[in-house]
C-alpha cells in the first residue's frame, strides 16, 4: 500500500472498525463454521430477538437486504397493482423501486428544506382513492416528522412504511424508528451504521398478522417445508451476517454516538459559514451521513479531492428525474425543494473512527475554500 493511500481520508473506513472487532467477529464466525446451520438459524433468531429488542418493536425478522425490507413490507400489506404508495423523491432509488416492483405506484411529494425528510404539509394534497401507504424515510440517520406523518396516515386509513435503512436508533420523540409505523425496515449494507461483511437486512413490527405473513413471504410463502401457502421469495438471513451483526450491534450505541461527536465538531466549526445539518427538537440525528449545503458544491467537492479528501453526492438526481420513472411522467420543477437540495448538498466523511487530527484536516481544506471562493 502506497503512503499516498494511507493518507487518505475516505468517507467511510470500515477497516478500523474491523481491527477493533476483528477477535470477536472470528470467533463467531468460526461457531456459525462448524455449526452446520449457515441460513436462518440460531444467530438470526438472535439477531431478530436484539433488534426488536433495541428498536422497541414486538417482531422483527431478518430478510436479505434492505430493499427486500421494503419489497416484503409492501407485499405483507396486500399493496400491489392499481395501488399508490406517498414517498419521498429525495432518497436512494431502493425506496421507489420497492414500491415498483411491489407492482404499485409511487406517489412523489416533495421534502422539507431543513430536515431533507417528506413535508407532512404536502401530503394531503397527494392522496387519491388508490393511496394505500406512506413509505417515509429517515433519510441521512434524521428522523422524519413521525408525529404528522402518523396523523395523516390515521385520518385517511394508510399503512406507515419505514425506511429506516439509514437510521438505526434513531430516537423520534423518546421511540425509535422503526417501531412507530405499521413497519419498519432496515439495511445491513456494509457501510451502513450498522453493517454485515455482505448484504443484510430486517424488518420490525408491532402487528402480529404482519409477522406471520412476512415470515412465510421469505422463504417461498412456506411455513413448513415443501408446503407453501403465498407466493414468496428467497429472502432469508444469512447466519454468517447475522454473526457478525450480532457482534456489531453491541457497539452500536457507541459509535452512534461517537458519529454525533464528529458531527458535532464539524458544525461547530462550519455553521456560520455554510448550511449545516438541523436537528429539529425531539427528533434524532444519527448522522449515518453527514451533509453541508453549498452553492459552489462542486467546486468544493474538486478541491476536497484535491486534497485526499473523499466526498459523495446523496443524491445527485432526485427519484422524479431518473429515467427509471420516466413512465410516471413528472417534469423538472414538480418538487423543487428536493431538487435544490440534490444540487447543492455534499457529505463529509463521517465514521466512528474517524480521528480529530484527519477531521480538522477536512475542516481547515473547506475554511481554506471559502476564503477564496469569491
Ligand atoms: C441502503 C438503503 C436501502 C437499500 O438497502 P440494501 O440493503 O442496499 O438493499 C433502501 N433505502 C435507503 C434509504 C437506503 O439507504
Do not use: W
Not at 36 to 49: A, F, H, N, R, T
Request: glycine share 6%; with cysteine; net charge neutral.
Amino acid at each position: 500500500m502506497s503512503t499516498n493511500k494511507l493518507n487518505k481520508i475516505p468517507m467511510v473506513d470500515l477497516q478500523e472498525e474491523l481491527n477493533l472487532l476483528r477477535k470477536p467477529i472470528l470467533e463467531m464466525l468460526i461457531e456459525v463454521l462448524d455449526s452446520g446451520e449457515y441460513i436462518l438459524g440460531e444467530k438470526g433468531e438472535k439477531l431478530e430477538k436484539l433488534v426488536a429488542q433495541y428498536v422497541g418493536a414486538s417482531f422483527a425478522l431478518g430478510v436479505a437486504n434492505g430493499t427486500d425490507a421494503l419489497l416484503l413490507s409492501l407485499q405483507a400489506l396486500d399493496i400491489g397493482p392499481g395501488d399508490e404508495v406517498i414517498t419521498t423523491p429525495f432518497t436512494f432509488i431502493a425506496t421507489g423501486e420497492a414500491i415498483v416492483q411491489a407492482g404499485a405506484r409511487p406517489v412523489f411529494v416533495d421534502i422539507e428544506e431543513d430536515t431533507y425528510n417528506i413535508d407532512p404539509s404536502k401530503i394531503e394534497e397527494a392522496i387519491t382513492p388508490h393511496t394505500k401507504a406512506i413509505m417515509v424515510v429517515h433519510l441521512y440517520g434524521k428522523a422524519a416528522n413521525m408525529r404528522e406523518i402518523m396523523k395523516i396516515a390515521k385520518n385517511n386509513n394508510l399503512r406507515v412504511i419505514e425506511d429506516a435503512c439509514q437510521a438505526i436508533g434513531t430516537q423520534y420523540n423518546g421511540k425509535r424508528v422503526g417501531a412507530i409505523g405499521d413497519i419498519g425496515c432496515f439495511s445491513f449494507f456494509p457501510s451502513k451504521n450498522l453493517g454485515a461483511f455482505g448484504d443484510a437486512g430486517l424488518i420490525t413490527t408491532n402487528q402480529k398478522e404482519v409477522y406471520e405473513r412476512i415470515y412465510k413471504l421469505r422463504n417461498h410463502g412456506s411455513e413448513a417445508k415443501y408446503h407453501h401457502s403465498l407466493i414468496g421469495m428467497n429472502s432469508r438471513l444469512d447466519e454468517f451476517q447475522a454473526a457478525i451483526l450480532l457482534v456489531k450491534l453491541y457497539y452500536l450505541d457507541i459509535f452512534l454516538h461517537k458519529r454525533k461527536e464528529v458531527a458535532k465538531r464539524y458544525t461547530e466549526q462550519l455553521t456560520s459559514f455554510l448550511k449545516t445539518p438541523s436537528i429539529p427538537k425531539n427528533r434524532e440525528h444519527t448522522f449515518h451521513q453527514y451533509c453541508i449545503e453549498l452553492d459552489k458544491r462542486d467546486d468544493l467537492a474538486a478541491k476536497l479531492k484535491g486534497n485526499d479528501i473523499a466526498s459523495a453526492i446523496y443524491y445527485p438526481i432526485p427519484l422524479h428525474l431518473q429515467k427509471a420513472f420516466k413512465y410516471l411522467r413528472y417534469k423538472e420543477g414538480d418538487f423543487p425543494i428536493a431538487e435544490k437540495a440534490a444540487a447543492r448538498v455534499l457529505a463529509l466523511p463521517i465514521f466512528p473512527m474517524l480521528s480529530y487530527q484527519k477531521q480538522d484536516h477536512i475542516i481547515s481544506t473547506i475554511k481554506d475554500f471559502l476564503k477564496d471562493a469569491p
